[in-house]
């Protein structure tokens, strides 16, 4: 019954992809079943360095004290079945999306920022982390570092639950008019 599929996106799929996947799954879960059962929802990366690596401690640790395990998360690249297989796909950052936008041009109409889509200010992102909106890259830092990010993105995940409700509301208005 899945209708659409979720695609989030970072750099090495070790950290903030798996992270949003992870708490976007735990927030439709906890909506309705049948919500959930729409939505298939992955992450991937632009740039990983060893495919089938696991996500990196700390975020494991950061999504545990949520109550979400990710302990099972194997980093993978986005590639071209990913990105067609995708009917939207969520960026952590505007360099991510500037990447995948150059490299899959036929994806460009359904492909933003995370912050972009919710409604926030996403800025230029010119760094890998650095633009206005851009989710912060913890990779390397601290566990607070972790929290932090996954503070943020279920933050950009609640608004982005609320936009996925307010859609389904409006499809199932067009469909008893």
Do not use: W
């Not at 071209?80 to 995708?86: H, P, Q, S, T, W």
């Not at 009917?87 to 995948?100: F, Q, V």
């Not at 490299?103 to 890998?128: N, P, Q, V």
């Not at 851009?134 to 566990?143: A, I, Q, Y």
Request: hydrophobic content about 45%.
């Amino acid at each position: 019954m899945i209708e659409r599929t979720i695609l989030f996106v970072c750099t090495g799929n070790t950290c903030r992809s798996p992270m949003a996947a992870a708490l976007l799954r735990d927030a439709l879960d906890a909506q309705s079943a049948s919500l959930r059962a729409k939505y298939s929802v992955a992450s991937a990366g632009i740039a990983v360095a060893r495919p089938g690596e696991p996500a990196s401690p700390h975020a494991i640790t950061a999504m545990n004290e949520r109550g979400i395990s990710i302990a099972g998360h194997r980093a993978r690249q986005a590639d071209d079945r990913l990105i067609a297989a995708a009917d939207l796909i969520l960026t952590m950052t505007g360099a991510h999306k500037a990447r995948l936008a150059d490299e899959y041009t036929g994806a460009r109409d359904k492909l933003f920022t995370l912050a972009e889509y919710i409604g926030m200010d996403a800025g230029s992102g010119d760094g890998d982390s650095g633009g206005a909106g851009d989710v912060p890259d913890p990779f390397g830092g601290s566990l607070s570092d972790y929290r932090c990010t996954a503070a943020g993105l279920a933050t950009m995940i609640k608004k982005l639950v609320a936009l996925i409700q307010s859609e389904e509301e409006f499809a199932l208005t067009q469909i008893a008019s």
